[in-house]
């Protein structure tokens, strides 16, 4: 039996280090780069290059993947599917040359020609945990479910007379439940995922010189809840860096919320005691996060959940009514697949003053919220500067958002 060889990634703890911020570009340039640096983390080629090589020897050939070696001799295929695939089987295919037999990958329809125009296996993660059985449905992973559980599901939806029949036999000769000992033939490595993404966001954020909060990859749940707490974080994080009398009781009202949130990792208070701590020597915060948020669709509006996330983001802050008068802020929504919803945004960015100054040129945020039209409030609204828009980036590790919080500069 041939081996099965499946990729994934876990990155590493990261150190951190702090310095002062300088002469900057606007938030809102920051930010777009430090979202770039996260997407380039995770695309095909870097992510390949780091897990994968062939090691040429005498009349022989060894694949190097994941700290394991495979002997080459005419036994390479590759086989792949999903929205990042096609990026992933070109970088694989330049790796191993000529010792790939032969191929197959299934990819969405329109994708290859939106990589061709954009100039742009394994496994990437783009589920929060990182669940292997979970990613693409596990098509390598010991399952742990039995062929009950499976026509139950039929059962319950009213499919068994509907699907091919095929898929029936398939499932009623399956074996009985296997482990992993079963499966002693098949590794499965993982290569991306929304933590390395947002460890490089963390480098590139300490590089324009922010002192980098890297909070949770995992943050999830309904829309409103997600954007009280990025609204409010933004406002703790102001109080601060500017030693604000508040401090103390928007502290109590976030670690509350945040409790009731219940986001894996998060641990908030000791995030904020960092910023405590490096207050004095830095004047600028850049929280970190990842995962997927839910949204309930209301309307007939074009949007999607990170467009959603930062209009609620900025209607929050207008209903708090909070002045942050000694901070710039700045808050961006994106996937990192390059496309939020149905639309040709992967997301957007909002600040502070962004309901008002709609409000100055006709948009109601409130009404392009109950619409589920976050895309077309972005669009128009300054000519649709506010959006993100990346393309088809040709991987996909859930979304990422920055938080870019900076003191103003004391006038002499």
Not at 78 to 92: C, E, H, N, T
Not at 270 to 277: A, G, H, I
Not at 287 to 313: C, H, P
Request: aromatic fraction near 4%; charge should be neutral.
């Amino acid at each position: 039996m041939g081996r099965i060889l499946r990729l994934l990634t876990t990155p590493r703890l990261l150190c951190r280090y702090y310095r002062t911020v300088g002469k900057m570009a606007t938030l809102q340039d920051d930010a777009h780069t430090i979202f770039r640096s996260a997407v380039s983390a995770v695309l095909p080629p870097r992510m390949l290059q780091r897990v994968l090589a062939v090691k040429e020897g005498a009349g022989s050939a060894t694949l190097e993947c994941g700290g394991r070696e495979f002997r080459l001799d005419g036994n390479l295929y590759l086989v792949g599917s999903g929205k990042a695939v096609l990026g992933m089987a070109a970088a694989a295919e330049r790796i191993v040359g000529r010792y790939l037999v032969r191929g197959v990958i299934s990819i969405p329809l329109g994708m290859e020609e939106s990589l061709r125009r954009a100039g742009k296996s394994l496994i990437l993660s783009d589920v929060i945990g990182d669940d292997l059985e979970v990613i693409a449905s596990g098509p390598t992973v010991p399952s742990t479910h039995s062929a009950e559980d499976c026509l139950r599901i039929l059962e319950r939806y009213d499919l068994r007379g509907a699907v091919p029949e095929a898929v029936e036999d398939a499932i009623t000769s399956r074996p009985g439940e296997e482990g992993a000992e079963d499966f002693p033939h098949v590794h499965n490595i993982l290569i991306g995922s929304n933590l390395i993404a947002l460890r490089e966001a963390e480098r590139e954020s300490q590089t324009l010189g922010y002192l980098p909060l890297l909070l949770s990859a995992a943050i999830s749940g309904d829309v409103a809840p997600v954007s009280r707490f990025f609204a409010l974080l933004a406002r703790v994080i102001c109080s601060i860096l500017t030693s604000s009398p508040e401090q103390a009781q928007l502290e109590r009202e976030i670690l509350h919320l945040a409790a009731t949130m219940a986001v894996p990792g998060l641990h908030l208070a000791k995030r904020l005691q960092e910023v405590k701590e490096n207050a004095g020597n830095a004047d600028a915060v850049c929280a970190l996060f990842g995962g997927e948020i839910t949204v309930q669709v209301r309307g007939k509006g074009k949007g999607g959940r990170n467009q959603e996330l930062a209009l609620r983001v900025a209607a929050e802050w207008h209903r708090s009514s909070a002045a942050m008068a000694g901070c710039e802020v700045l808050f961006l929504s994106g996937g990192t697949d390059g496309q939020d919803g149905p639309t040709d945004a992967a997301g957007a960015s909002s600040y502070p003053g962004l309901v008002a100054q709609g409000v100055e040129s006709g948009l109601d945020v409130e009404r392009s919220l109950n619409a589920s039209d976050s895309n077309g409030f972005f669009r128009q609204f300054q000519n649709g500067r506010h959006l993100l828009v990346t393309g088809l980036t040709g991987t996909n590790v859930m979304d990422v958002q920055v938080l870019l919080v900076r003191r103003h500069a004391e006038r002499p």
